[in-house]
């Protein structure tokens, strides 16, 4: 099965700052990666899918690139509005796998 | 308006049977190329994705839960169930159901219901 790594597990910047945080396949599968947001008591929400197209209305501030095993999202300037943990995830074809998951919080 | 709504116990013994249901509406199991998928979350922990079935009605499971889950589908009730038996603590869980266009057009998992705890406890 094909694992995805997310990394770092949880940061803490000011904001305004630009965020970035990765997500590594343990191997190719395509271009079906998606990232969700999940904000505390709340359900995932789709950020981006197919690597790098914003769901609609997601702020532009979202950005996500890559390709192959490596992939980013891409926060151009924090909002004290973005506290939430963020998940990678692959959804090509089983195993429909996610990365363990990015905590994001303001300094 | 598309909507997924989870329902089954909140609460259920070690070794027991579980059985969940989603219950969609403003789409249709039978007429739509959509998929539905049940993932969990433990308390503090990640999501997982646990089974998957097609708008085919092909079905897919996490590889290490495979032996414990069956999902399947009534489309005349607009219901996806998903049963998984013995349980365990470990299986302590906001379990949430999700739909997934499929093809071209699909936007990865785009409509979430709002999730229901389980706890296993005796």
């Known amino acids: 099965d094909i694992q995805m790594t997310q990394s770092p597990s949880s940061l803490s910047a000011s904001v305004g700052d630009r965020v970035t945080f990765t997500c590594r396949a343990s191997q190719a599968f395509g271009t079906s990666l998606a990232w969700y947001q999940q904000k505390p008591g709340k359900s995932p929400e789709v950020l981006i899918y197919a690597i790098s197209t914003l769901q609609s209305g997601v702020p532009s501030r979202f950005s996500g690139s890559g390709s192959g095993t490596d992939f980013t999202l891409t926060i151009s300037s924090l909002q004290p509005e973005d506290v939430a943990t963020y998940y990678c995830q692959k959804y090509d074809d089983a195993p429909l796998t996610f990365g363990g998951g990015t905590k994001v919080e303001i300094k | 308006q598309v909507t997924l709504k989870e329902s089954g116990p909140v609460l259920v013994k070690p070794t027991e049977t579980l059985t969940l249901t989603c219950t969609v509406s403003?789409?249709?199991?039978?007429?739509?190329?959509?998929?539905v998928s049940w993932m969990r979350q433990p308390p503090g922990k990640a999501l997982e994705w646990l089974a998957h079935i097609f708008s085919s009605d092909r079905k897919v499971y996490n590889t290490s839960l495979r032996s414990r889950l069956t999902i399947s589908r009534d489309t005349s009730k607009s219901q996806v169930v998903l049963v998984m038996t013995n349980v365990d603590p470990v299986d302590t869980a906001t379990y949430y159901c999700?739909?997934?266009?499929?093809?071209?057009?699909?936007?990865?998992?785009?409509?979430w219901g709002r999730g229901t705890l389980v706890t296993v406890s005796s």
């Open positions: 999700t739909r997934v266009q499929e093809g071209s057009e699909s936007h990865a998992f785009d409509y």
């Open positions: 403003g789409f249709s199991l039978s007429n739509a190329r959509v998929g």
